[in-house]
């Protein structure tokens, strides 16, 4: 069974319009990790975000935000004011357990496309 | 600093070419990890080291394939009779300690096996 579900293969978007990425993750261990990362067409990953599974708070960081819904097993990441520089593709990612070195399990990715 | 480092950035073989990937995580990371990332999916785990240590080498698809960090800092991914299957992106990441969880990753090599 797929842990992490992107459900939105491909989103365009209009410069300014907000837009939300879903991610449903699946996990039989308490403790667990979730991630966003960003994957630019240059192709480097680049880290976004980790929240723990005990920390339901949301977070803000600039135009970013987070909802972490441990109710729905759900991590949706919202973009406001979207921009060009936005389009890429996005991966939520989760890892289980709390021990070193744990693999990142990753959805098949969302991507983003931000039109002038 | 210098984030991760990969080389070569493109590489072409020919099927049942043996190839090598390396990766140079910043400086002072304990932990790397090595992904492979088909043509529109999700990067998917290979093997990890916490220094010169494999821990886990559970996602490599097959015993053609071999990693190793003799010293603890650079790894290099080998792949043996490449087959086309094969082709795909492998991205390194590196993490500052064992129980450090941010991974941070290289550009990555794109391999085709032709």
């Known amino acids: 069974a797929q842990k992490v579900t992107q459900a939105q293969t491909e989103i365009s978007v209009v410069e300014k319009e907000d837009v939300t990425l879903d991610c449903v993750y699946e996990t039989r261990d308490t403790t667990y990790y979730l991630f966003w990362y960003k994957q630019p067409p240059s192709g480097e990953l680049v880290f976004l975000i980790r929240?723990?599974?005990?920390?339901?708070q949301n977070e803000i960081s600039g135009r970013y935000s987070w909802n972490f819904q441990k109710s729905t097993s759900s991590f949706n990441f919202t973009i406001t004011a979207s921009q060009v520089v936005d389009s890429a593709v996005y991966f939520c990612a989760l890892s289980e357990g709390d021990q070193a070195g744990t693999a990142l399990i990753f959805g098949k990715g969302t991507t983003l496309s931000v039109s002038s | 600093g210098a984030g991760v480092s990969q080389s070569p950035r493109y590489k072409v073989a020919k099927r049942g070419q043996d190839v090598a990937l390396r990766c140079d995580p910043i400086s002072g990371h304990v932990s790397l990890f090595w992904y492979q990332q088909a043509l529109g999916q999700g990067p998917e785990f290979l093997t990890y080291f916490q220094n010169e240590a494999q821990l886990d080498k559970s996602g490599l698809p097959s015993d053609r394939f071999f990693a190793e960090r003799p010293e603890g800092s650079v790894s290099t991914l080998k792949i043996q009779r490449t087959q086309q299957e094969d082709s795909a992106v492998y991205l390194c990441?590196?993490?500052?300690?064992?129980?450090?969880?941010?991974?941070?990753f290289g550009p990555g090599t794109r391999l085709t096996v032709t």
């Open positions: 929240r723990n599974s005990f920390d339901e």
């Open positions: 990441a590196s993490s500052l300690a064992a129980n450090a969880y941010e991974q941070y």
